[in-house]
Each structure stands twice: as structure tokens, then as C-alpha cells.
């Protein structure tokens, strides 16, 4: 079964960061590492990372992703999994990773939100499940960087994530599905902050559904369009 480095990027999240850390701890098959990418952090961040058990990196650039970046060239496996310093993977996240990895490229689980009524979790996971399923219909997989895995080699070949302020995951998950086969793991739960929601359920609902409407277009009429040539 493959092994796994998980990366996790994080600005000043000291009050989140723990949660996430034990949560990594508590996994069926544990990482072979786990990467904490600070961002000039001034909240304590490194230190709750190391005590955590994780090593920490000192990314000088600000933004998420740089951030994501530095810790997919530091990883020294052959996957990397990746997800939020506010989010818990659950127990069997790498396992069923893991189990997914032959003849793929990379992989992405369903999500939902925690810290919420045990009704509206499950109603954010089977609306997660319609997104993903019809960005899946149009040809647009939606790799979220809380629950996504990637062949390190894959996404070094695709040029690695593109320097935007958002969407760098899914942009980077795109690309990579342009050299080989990408797998939505239904088994891979990961449940992230219901703070994304401070902004109102439809705003956060529009800026995700902008991906099935080709928000990414600019970027593959790039050189990222094909990282075969």
C-alpha cells in the first residue's frame, strides 16, 4: 500500500491546528510524514505543528499556494495527500487512499462541515456529493486541497501549483488529469471548519459552482493546458 506525506498549509492557526494533527495520529495506515507549511504564521502556529509531531517549513512567500508548493518539493514519498489545518480527515482517510492508488494520478475523497447540527453535516456531505458528482458529468474534477492525493511525480510533471490566490488546488488537479486516470474515493471523509460559511451558504455555494462554468479556462489556454507538450 502506498505510503503518504500529508501536507498542510497554515497562517495563524494555532486555535485549529491541534484537532487536525490528532486526527492525523489517529489514521488506520499513519503518514510517513507530516508537513506543516507556515506562512508567516506570528500565533504560535510552528510550535503547536512540532509538538503536534509534525515538521514544520517556513515558506518566506505569502500565499496558500507557495505554501502547497513548497511542501509538495519538500515530501519525499511517492504520494502526497493534502488537507487543511482546520479540517479532520477521518480515521480511514490515507487507508482508503491508499487502497486507490494503483494506475492512478491522483484521488479525492467526499467532504462535509464540522462544528455544526449532526443534521446539517449530513446534509453538507450529500450536497459535497451532488457538486463533485456534477462537476465529475462535465469533465471538471473539483480536487479540494483539504481532501486531495496526487503521485508527487504526477504533479511535478504538470508544473505544479499555479500562483493565484485561489483555486490553485483544483487548477493543479485538472492538470493532472490530463496524464492519467483521477479516482473520487467515496470512503475518504474529511470534514472541514463550518467557518467557510461565515460568508453565507449561497455565496460559498456560487464561488465552488464557478468551477463547473470555467473559471479555470484562462489557465489551461497556458501552458498548463497539456504538461505532456
Known amino acids: 500500500m502506498s505510503e503518504f506525506t500529508v501536507v498542510i498549509p497554515a497562517r495563524n492557526e494555532a486555535a485549529y491546528l491541534p484537532l487536525t494533527l490528532r486526527a492525523l495520529r489517529a489514521q488506520r495506515q499513519p503518514p510517513a510524514e507530516v508537513i ?24 518566506t512567500q505569502p500565499g496558500v499556494a507557495r505554501a502547497r508548493q513548497w511542501g509538495l518539493e519538500a515530501a519525499h514519498t511517492r504520494w502526497v495527500a493534502t488537507t487543511d489545518a482546520d479540517s479532520l480527515p477521518s480515521p480511514q482517510w490515507l487507508e482508503r487512499l491508499g487502497a ?12 462535509g462541515f464540522c462544528g455544526v447540527a449532526p443534521q446539517w453535516e449530513w446534509a453538507s456531505q450529500r450536497a459535497y456529493s451532488g457538486f463533485i458528482h456534477a462537476c465529475r458529468l462535465v469533465g471538471k474534477p ?21 500562483e493565484v490566490e485561489a483555486y490553485e488546488d483544483v487548477m493543479l488537479g485538472q ?22 460559511l461565515d460568508q453565507g451558504v449561497l455565496p460559498f455555494a456560487w464561488q465552488h459552482l464557478r468551477n463547473i462554468t470555467g473559471h479555470t479556462r484562462g489557465y489551461f489556454d497556458q501552458e498548463h493546458r497539456d504538461p505532456r507538450g
Open 36 to 59: 506543516v507549511v507556515d506562512n508567516g504564521s506570528t500565533d504560535g502556529t510552528p510550535d503547536v505543528a512540532r509538538a503536534g509531531g509534525a515538521r514544520v517549513i517556513h515558506c
Open 100 to 111: 486507490a492508488t494503483p494506475g492512478r494520478v491522483a484521488l479525492y475523497g467526499p467532504m
Open 142 to 162: 473539483n480536487l479540494a486541497g483539504a481532501n486531495m492525493a496526487y503521485s508527487r511525480q504526477a504533479a511535478l510533471l504538470a508544473g505544479g501549483y499555479p
Open 175 to 196: 492538470a493532472i488529469a490530463a496524464l492519467g486516470e483521477v479516482a473520487y474515493v467515496r470512503g475518504a471523509l474529511v470534514q472541514t471548519s463550518a467557518r467557510r
